[in-house]
């Protein structure tokens, strides 16, 4: 079963930081683009960031000089590096990944995501 699992969210105080990490697992080959998406209440999924297997990095307006993407490769793992928060990146924190799996066909996976609650 090919899955990705977040772990890192939480409470936080405007200004803060938090990283959340995203690791893919199961029968895959490779995995290719990996993403942060978010929610809000009330809101549409938007994306965040999305990091490509070369390294190459995008990031909505919102967020920029704020929040960095990163990954291991070994680990089959993408971060998220949240900066500089503030109220209205309060979300649930979805990671998504284009993977080659190991029947070379390739899948968009989801994980269930984690809470991110910018607070004082």
């Known amino acids: 079963q090919v899955q990705l699992v977040e772990s890192g969210g939480g409470l936080v105080q405007p200004g803060g930081s938090l990283r959340l990490s995203c690791a893919a697992s199961?029968?895959?080959?490779?995995?290719?683009?990996m993403r942060w998406y978010r929610q809000a209440p009330g809101k549409q999924r938007e994306l965040v960031a999305g990091?490509?297997?070369?390294?190459?990095?995008n990031y909505t307006d919102s967020v920029k000089g704020r929040f960095r993407i990163s990954r291991d490769n070994s680990k089959n793992t993408v971060y998220l590096h949240l900066n500089s928060q503030k109220p209205e990146d309060t979300a649930v924190y979805y990671c998504?990944?284009?993977?080659?799996?190991?029947?070379?066909?390739?899948?968009?996976?989801w994980g269930k995501g984690t809470q991110v609650t910018v607070s004082s």
């Open positions: 998504n990944a284009d993977v080659l799996l190991g029947n070379w066909k390739t899948q968009t996976i």
């Open positions: 199961g029968n895959i080959f490779s995995v290719l683009a």
């Open positions: 990091i490509t297997n070369g390294g190459n990095t």
